[in-house]
């Protein structure tokens, strides 16, 4: 799978925008972007992936640039329980014979600290 | 709640002991995976079950000892630990067919080894 490089820490101003950048610039045209985040002494917690095109959901947006290169996380309304380390990974999905995802390989990500 | 639920919460054993890790999802994934996160590293993939049979062991030491009798349950069995097998341990499954590829992750298991 690709290496993805994130800034080790950031912060956001409560009911801002909070934009997280991702580099993958080795990424071949089968992997996917996810991202995860990780509030503190719990499990991972799944956000968004995408491939090529950007892709929203309920939490936040995910966009990819045209050479998929890099991709920006972007949380529309930062809220203090958006504290977290917010995880991209790059990765083929690989489903196996007996059902289910193979193993994500996690990275360091980014602490994002939310400020009041 | 995430549907997939890990025993107990702490646990605390000397390097003796035998003790075991427990992990239950309640979603009818067919994919139950362990993770380990010590302080200030990455998590690391452990082990990976599919249908209950192991398709993945990451030279984990055999002090560790998975265990899947079911597509819902999820083991651990852990004996002579060393302290610096202190960490958080996590449990996450996946959905059969599901393209997505979305882990879903308990809220782990914390490990202390005395």
């Keep these: ?116 | 709640e995430t549907g997939v639920t890990q025993t107990p919460r702490h646990l605390v054993m000397g390097m003796t002991n035998k003790k075991s890790l427990k992990c239950e999802q309640h979603l009818g994934h067919n994919a139950m995976y362990w993770y380990k996160q010590s302080a200030k590293k990455p998590l690391e993939l452990m082990f990976v079950y599919s249908l209950e049979e192991r398709v993945e062991n990451n030279s984990v030491p055999s002090r560790f000892s998975p265990e899947c009798p079911n597509s819902s349950h999820l083991f651990l069995h852990l004996h002579t630990l060393q302290p610096e097998d202190s960490a958080l341990y996590l449990c996450a499954s996946s959905q059969g067919r599901d393209i997505t590829g979305e882990l879903f992750f308990g809220e782990g298991s914390r490990l202390t080894v005395l």
């Design chain 1, 1 to 116: 799978d690709a290496k993805t490089t994130q800034p080790p820490s950031m912060d956001c101003a409560e009911g801002r925008a909070a934009n997280l950048p991702c580099n993958h610039s080795t990424i071949s045209g089968n992997e996917y972007v996810y991202w995860y985040r990780q509030i503190h002494s719990q499990g991972p917690q799944y956000i968004i992936h995408g491939l090529k095109n950007n892709e929203t959901n309920e939490m936040a947006s995910l966009i990819i640039t045209e050479d998929r290169k890099s991709s920006t996380l972007i949380l529309p309304h930062a809220t203090l329980r958006d504290t977290a380390v917010y995880y991209c990974i790059v990765r083929v999905l690989i489903i196996m014979p007996g059902g289910g995802a193979d193993g994500l390989t996690f990275g360091k990500g980014t602490h994002l600290i939310i400020q009041p």
